[in-house]
């Protein structure tokens, strides 16, 4: 902890200040997190790497994050982000879903902000939904001048490709 209490620090010397320090602590130990909260300028992340409502509770309750980035992968499904980001706002603290984890869980993580009057951002990774994405599913949410919007319809508005489960590298368990 020492040392990510040194990183902090210095992020902030020189007038520089980061808009967030995420993943301030040791992983799986919120407790970690809260002194480097109290110390920082920047506000800080509970990262996607927490994954269970209980870790989210605890840092929410310790004052430890400013807000929490989830992965509704991570967490256990959609049902199971909905609480921690009902949880996060009944902390008055936003949520930010995480988007690394595929094509669905980012069409899953937009419709959970567009739900979640506490959602901060939606973090995308423009290599991915310029790259792999589009390979794997007949839509992705639409992207435009920062905002980003859900398709209109039943469901997440999306379905893999079917070409997709024809792939050699691809392996199908029922």
């Excluded at 130990?29 to 509970?46: D, H, K, Y």
């Excluded at 790259?131 to 007949?138: A, D, F, K, M, S």
């Excluded at 508005?157 to 079917?162: E, H, I, S, V």
């Amino acid at each position: 902890m020492e040392s990510a209490l040194g990183h902090a620090h210095r992020t902030g010397a020189g007038g520089i200040r980061a808009d967030v320090v995420r993943r301030p602590g040791a992983h799986g130990q919120p407790g970690c997190a809260q002194p480097i909260q109290a110390r920082r300028a920047s506000p800080t992340c509970a990262s996607e790497t927490v994954a269970t409502r209980w870790a989210f509770r605890e840092m929410f309750e310790r004052h430890a994050t400013s807000y929490a980035m989830l992965d509704i992968a991570w967490v256990g499904g959609i049902s199971e982000a909905r609480k921690i980001a009902a949880m996060a706002e009944a902390h008055h603290l936003p949520f930010a879903p995480h988007d690394c984890t595929g094509p669905v869980t980012l069409m899953a993580s937009v419709h959970l902000c567009m739900h979640g009057p506490n959602a901060l951002i939606q973090e995308t990774v423009r290599a991915f939904n310029a790259g792999w994405y589009p390979r794997l599913v007949t839509n992705l949410p639409r992207i435009e001048e920062g905002f980003v919007y859900a398709p209109e319809g039943a469901g997440l508005g999306l379905a893999l490709l079917p070409e997709v489960l024809k792939r050699e590298d691809v392996t199908v368990r029922s």
